[in-house]
């Protein structure tokens, strides 16, 4: 461990910041995503991808499932849950042990990908839904990663 270093726990991981670069692995699974131009728009190519980067050195796997917008609606986030909750379940049944992340800004989204084997995200807590802190805590969820 580096003397001074900070220590983030995401589940049951320990990464201690500035001992070596850590490697995050991004999953969208948008229809319309800025940076993969949905190659992985289903659930079955999104695990495989995801599979794919954690066996190429990816020490978290943070999937997203939204494009932010200036208007988001309830169907967005009914939406975002069918993308993302597939995904994380099949991801942590592949690659189990793997840490993943959840890309969201909506309490219900983060809550049910919690339930499904992800841990919350910066981004999670970066604005967004109100109850997204306090639910975090009533699921006993670690601190963002």
Known sequence: MVDGARVRVCRD?????????????IVNVTPDSFSDGAMFATAADAVAHGARLVDEGA??????????????????STRELRRVVPVIEGLAKA?????????T?????????????????????AGGDAKLPRDR?????PGSC
């Open 13 to 25: 991981e320990t990464f201690t910041l500035g001992e070596r670069t850590l490697v995050v692995g």
């Open 59 to 76: 020490d978290l796997v943070d999937v997203g499932g939204s494009r932010p917008g200036p208007v988001r609606t309830r169907w967005t």
């Open 95 to 103: 690659r189990p042990g793997t840490l993943i992340s959840v890309d």
């Open 105 to 125: 800004r909506e309490a219900g989204v983060a809550m049910a990908a919690l339930d499904a084997g992800a841990a919350p995200s910066t981004t999670s807590l």
């Open 137 to 141: 805590r009533a699921h006993r969820a």
